[in-house]
């Protein structure tokens, strides 16, 4: 539901602000790599901490949860067939219109002129999920938005990122410690996995840690090289350089992300956001809110909040086919009743929005940048 905005209000300063300091900044050479030797090949590999379990038919979550307004069977129709394709099942919530929120219920420090009816609407659609997980006491959620799409390879996708998130909490050098028991293949310590965003700096970038030494915990990385499911540089976008390190996907401690495509909460984590997004105050759109919580939440003094990021992500913002218009429930964009002929996601390579004629007739995959070769 949230789009690609054209860049929303500080968020625009800040990022341009970041990208000016890191062109100005080497390079610090601190990336750690855990996975080499594990993740050459995407074909079976040996599992630790039942990482397998991620290729169940809720992505190793309780519970995935798709966010939509009701009135748009269209985005219904393509999520059910795209989900059920890839292997997995999304239960809905219903979406909000901004304009049935009464004023009584905006949270504390809302400007509802300022914030827009849209964005009021989309913070709703996501609360509403947030809080069926509070009050259903589900353990893991995914929650996604309705026009998001993926990777056909998913699944590996999202075993090899359990590896990397297991590995930022300190679970495991692979094959030791085979006997430590855990309620998620991703790891128990995390509040929220940030796997799909329109885009965020590595946290050690952020102002206000330049001081921080290199090798401080926050700029911890898992990194996956010689990634098939990363497009070529020149079709890959963010705010790192993907020509200095291309085909490379990294998992690492949340910075400070734009949009919400999809997302994962743990209970404590769905409680975290329950109470800073809405019983305790509001500032902002819900995706700016949710990545200040992250990053201004960390401390132990404020909430401990711990978010992990996916880099490119993984779930992205489709433009289907048809009316541009239809894109975006919050945002105008082609009001002169522009169309396009062809879909097209970002930092996809394999869409499975793209391929679902493949998928269903078992034929080889197109590749969405098929000018290049991939890997
Ligand atoms: C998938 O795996 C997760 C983690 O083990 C579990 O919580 C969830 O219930 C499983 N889903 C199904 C449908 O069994
Ligand atoms: C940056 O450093 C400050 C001070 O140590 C800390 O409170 C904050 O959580 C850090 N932010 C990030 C994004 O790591
Ligand atoms: C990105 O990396 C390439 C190759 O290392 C380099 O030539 C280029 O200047 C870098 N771009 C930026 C913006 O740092």
């Known amino acids: 539901m949230l789009q690609p905005r054209s860049f929303p209000f500080s968020a625009a300063v800040f990022f341009g602000l970041v990208i000016l300091l890191l062109l100005y900044t080497p390079r610090s050479n601190i990336l750690r790599d855990y996975s080499a030797h594990i993740l050459h090949s995407y074909s079976k590999m040996e599992m630790t901490h039942h990482v397998e379990d991620v290729s169940n038919s809720t992505l190793g979550f309780q519970k995935i949860f798709a966010v939509g307004l009701p009135e748009r069977s269209d985005k219904r129709d393509a999520l059910a067939l795209i989900s059920s394709l890839t292997g997995f099942k999304v239960d809905w919530v219903d979406g909000v219109k901004g304009e049935s929120i009464p004023d009584k219920a905006l949270p504390y420090g809302v400007d509802r002129v300022q914030l827009w009816e849209n964005n009021l609407g989309s913070w709703r659609g996501h609360l509403n999920a947030v809080r069926n997980i509070v009050e259903q006491g589900i353990t893991t959620a995914l929650i996604v ?145 949710l990545a200040g919580l992250c990053r201004w939440g960390r401390d132990e003094e404020r909430l401990d909040m711990k978010c992990l990021s996916v880099t490119p992500p993984v779930f992205v913002h489709h433009k289907a086919k048809g009316r541009v218009q239809a894109d975006s429930d919050i945002q105008g964009y082609g009001g002169d009743g522009e169309v396009r002929s062809e879909g097209y996601t970002e930092n996809v390579v394999w869409s499975a929005r793209d391929n679902i004629r493949e998928l269903m007739l078992g034929k080889d995959m197109k590749s969405q940048f098929r000018d290049t070769e991939v890997v």
């Open 145 to 289: 938005e309705d026009d998001v799409d993926w990777d056909v390879r998913l699944m590996s996708q999202l075993q090899i990122i359990a590896h990397g998130t297991q590995a930022l909490q300190g679970l495991h050098t692979p094959l030791d410690d085979q006997d430590i028991i855990l309620d998620s293949p991703y790891g128990n310590n995390w509040d929220l996995l940030w796997l799909g965003h329109c885009g965020e700096v590595f946290p050690e970038n952020l102002p206000e840690n330049f001081s921080k030494q290199p090798g401080d915990p926050i700029s911890r990385k898992f990194v996956v090289h010689a990634d098939p499911t990363v497009p070529p540089p020149q079709h890959t976008h963010g705010f790192q350089n993907f020509t200095a390190e291309p085909h490379t996907r990294w998992v690492h401690v949340t910075g400070g992300p734009i949009c919400t495509f999809a997302y994962a909460l743990s209970l404590s984590g769905a409680r975290k956001v329950l109470y800073d997004l809405s019983v305790d105050h509001l500032v902002g759109p819900f995706d700016n809110a």
